[in-house]
């Protein structure tokens, strides 16, 4: 399925008794996924507490469509992997998404899921796009829901214009340049 | 209050305790590795140390710094008289030939996981183990990865690792720890490492 492309339009004629629109059928076909995203969890580790606010009506994912967990992966469409992954777990993660119907998207929840995190060793996987493709990365130990929430939204950008190539979530505010602000408390000191 | 314990075992064993040592609180008895079955039945059974607990059991490895390389390490317990000791073992050399000590199952049946754990991350084969196989990892991992001389980045995928011959962005090919090593064995475009 291509892209609907950036340019979509979605026109209403006036002057007509009943109203219709026109648009591109992929247009319409992405705009039904985005919001109708049946995810299926992959939860192993403590970003997974990060996942339960998430999906508790504080942050209440269920806002962007992204309501029902199916626990099977041939019902459902977006795959969350939350948390770290070991070798040993690789083939079952890599099961599981070939098991899922297309079209399917994958989430990478916090740094242990995009990277490895700072488990760099004999067990841990150095991130779930060493065995499966990932569509939206979300940096974090864990990320805050703020964060996950963006990722969702870019997900669902992602969604409507056709877009597979991999997005990371930014930082709201960048730390190179809020370093640079910090006030340098030895300074004042040798200056009195 | 443990010591009296180290003091039970010096005269029950005499030259078969190598050496003790009582360190912030700890009492430590490096002890025969020949005698280790019995030294833990004795302890177990005997109504003055009544070691009933077993707490814990695993293994260092002193590559390079010991030449008996590995120390088995066995903590214990009394809930009866309130004191606890620690046990040593040293075995192996230095290649890792002989590192065999006999399995404390058969005393606390607790010691099955443990011995299993350690047998998967260091290579100790514990005689008479019911079950002696790998615990934490898969079966078809080669080596024992808690060895000094095991490879810090070597990792054994389970599945073929994709290869993306270009990272995709967001991603370059510094991705990942910026203060770890960048030399795991996947391949990373033309370097080789
Ligand atoms: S990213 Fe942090 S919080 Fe999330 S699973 Fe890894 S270690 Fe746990």
Redesign the interface.
């Known amino acids: 399925m291509t892209s609907g492309g950036a340019g979509t339009t979605i026109q209403v004629l006036e002057g007509s008794e009943t109203g219709f629109a026109t648009t591109k059928f992929d247009a319409l076909l992405n705009w039904a996924r985005k919001y109708s995203l049946f995810q299926y969890p992959f939860i192993t580790a403590c970003c997974a507490m990060e996942f339960m606010a998430m999906a508790s009506p504080r942050f209440d994912m269920a806002r962007f469509g992204a309501e029902a967990p199916r626990f099977s992966p041939r019902q459902s469409d977006l795959l969350w992997v939350v948390g770290t992954i070991s ?2 777990q ?2 079952a993660l ?1 099961r599981i998404y070939e098991q899922m119907a297309d079209p399917k998207y994958v989430f990478a929840f916090g740094t242990c899921a995009s ?4 488990y ?4 841990t ?3 779930i ?5 990932v569509d939206v ?1 979300v940096p974090g130990c864990p990320p805050r829901p703020e964060a996950v929430i963006d990722g969702l939204l870019l997900l669902q950008d992602k969604i409507a214009r056709g877009d597979r ?4 979530v930014k930082p709201r505010r960048d730390p190179t340049v809020q370093a640079g602000n910090l006030v340098r408390l030895g300074k004042k000191s040798t200056a009195t | 209050m443990s010591k009296r314990v180290l003091e039970i075992l010096k005269s029950r064993f005499g030259a078969d305790i190598y050496e003790t040592h009582s360190q912030f609180g700890d009492d430590t008895a490096v002890v025969n590795p020949e005698k280790w079955l019995e030294i833990a039945k004795f302890l177990r059974d005997d109504p003055q140390c009544a070691m009933n607990m077993f707490v814990d059991l695993t293994a260092v490895d002193w590559l390079g710094r010991q030449t008996p390389r590995f120390e088995v390490v066995l903590h214990l317990h009394s809930f009866e008289r309130n004191h606890r000791i620690r046990l040593k073992a040293r075995i192996g050399d230095d290649d890792a030939n002989g590192v065999e000590i006999d399995s404390l199952v058969s005393v606390w049946i607790g010691a099955n996981w443990f011995e299993r754990e350690c047998f998967d991350m260091f290579g100790v084969h514990f005689k008479g183990h019911p079950d002696l196989r790998r615990i934490l990892m898969y079966p078809e991992f080669v080596g024992y990865p808690l060895r000094k001389d095991y490879p810090a980045d070597k990792i054994q995928p389970l599945v073929e690792l994709r290869n993306v011959p270009d990272k995709l962005p967001p991603f370059g090919l510094d991705e990942g720890m910026p203060f770890g090593r960048q030399t795991h064995d996947y391949p990373r475009g033309e370097e080789t490492n």
């Not at chain 1, 760099?120 to 067990?123: G, L, S």
Request: glycine letters at 12%; aromatic letters at 12%; proline letters at 12%.
């Open positions: 070798q040993r690789a083939p890599k990277c490895g995190g700072f760099d060793n004999y067990t996987l150095a991130g796009d060493k065995v499966i493709p990365y190539t991999p997005a990371i």
